[in-house]
C-alpha cells in the first residue's frame, strides 16, 4: 500500500484535514450543496482506511465549525442527519479496521440524535488500538482555547496551580486534545489557504499543504501526495539546518 517514494520511518504520528469544498463540487454538477457533503463520506473512508493502513496512530477531521450553523437550516439539518448516518453505517468497518473514534469541541450543543449516535460509535470503539480518528464537530479553536484558560483560571482560584509557572505543556493539558498529539502535517483541500478557526494552538509547528482538489473528489492518492511532500521537507523546529544533521 505504501507509495514507493513514502519512507516509512518518517511518517507523521498525527494527520490533520480541513475537508473542504463540498458545496463548490455539488454546485460543479449542478445538484444542491447537500449532494456534495454524501459523497464526501467516500473521500472520509478512503482517507482514514489509507492512513491506517500506513500506520497513522491519529487523523482528525473538521467536521463541522461553530461558524457552520449559519449556515441554511436544511444543509445544517441534513449534514447532523448525515453524520447520524454515516457513524451507524461505519461502525462495523471502524471496529474490523480496530479504530477508534473520539470526538473534539462543544458536543452539547450538537442535536440529541447526532450526539447519542456519537457517543454511540465511541462507546463501540473505545477498545480499538490500531488507530484514533478524531471528528472536530462544533468546534472552534477559539472556543476551545478560551475554555481552557476558563479550567486554569478555576483551578488557579482553587490553589490547584500555579499561574506563575504555568508552562506551554500545562496550557496543552487543558485542551481537549491534552491525549493526543499535536499534527505535524495540516491537510486542507479546495485551494483555499486558510487555517479556519482549526487547531490554532496545535498546529504552532505543523507542516501545511493545501491542494486544489475538492474534498469528494480527494482520495488515498491525493493523500499519499501529502506525506510524500511532507517527508520533502526539513522539520527544524527554530534550529538550523546544521543542528538538525548532527542530531540525527
Known amino acids: ?32 450543496r ?30 463541522f465549525s461553530t ?26 468497518t471502524l471496529n474490523k479496521n480496530n479504530i477508534r473514534l473520539m470526538a473534539i469541541g462543544d458536543l452539547s450543543k450538537l442535536p440529541d440524535k447526532t450526539r447519542e449516535s456519537l457517543y454511540e ?3 463501540n470503539t473505545r477498545n480499538n488500538t490500531r488507530m484514533t480518528l478524531v471528528l472536530a464537530l462544533n468546534y472552534s479553536a477559539r ?44 491537510i486542507r483541500t479546495s485551494g483555499e489557504q486558510r487555517i479556519s478557526n482549526f487547531l490554532l494552538w496545535q498546529i504552532a509547528y505543523s507542516e501545511l499543504f493545501f491542494t486544489p482538489v475538492l474534498w469528494p473528489d480527494f482520495r488515498k492518492e491525493h493523500f499519499l501526495a501529502a506525506i510524500t511532500d511532507y517527508q520533502s521537507r526539513e522539520r527544524r523546529f527554530g534550529k538550523t539546518s546544521e543542528q538538525i544533521l548532527k542530531t540525527s
Not at 461558524?67 to 447520524?84: D, F, G, H, K, T
Not at 472556543?143 to 509557572?165: T, Y
Not at 505543556?169 to 491525549?179: A, G, K, P, V
Request: no cysteine; hydrophobic share 40%.
Open 1 to 32: 500500500m505504501l507509495g514507493s517514494d513514502i519512507n516509512p520511518d518518517n511518517l507523521p504520528q498525527h494527520i490533520a484535514i480541513i475537508m473542504d469544498g463540498n458545496g463548490r463540487w455539488a454546485k460543479l454538477q449542478g445538484k444542491p
Open 34 to 63: 447537500v449532494f456534495g457533503h454524501k459523497h464526501g463520506v467516500t473521500a472520509v473512508r478512503e482517507v482514514t482506511e489509507a492512513a491506517a493502513e500506513l500506520g497513522i496512530k491519529y487523523l482528525t477531521l473538521y467536521a
Open 67 to 92: 461558524e457552520n450553523w449559519s449556515r441554511p437550516s436544511i444543509e445544517v439539518n441534513a449534514l447532523m442527519s448525515l453524520l447520524v448516518e454515516t457513524v451507524r453505517k461505519e461502525l462495523a
Open 121 to 123: 460509535g465511541i462507546e
Open 143 to 186: 472556543w476551545e482555547i478560551v475554555e481552557a484558560a476558563k479550567k486554569i483560571a478555576d483551578a488557579s482560584i482553587r490553589k490547584e496551580i500555579d499561574p506563575n509557572v504555568l508552562e506551554a505543556q500545562d496550557f496543552s493539558n487543558y485542551l481537549s486534545t491534552r491525549d493526543i498529539p499535536d499534527p505535524e502535517l495540516l
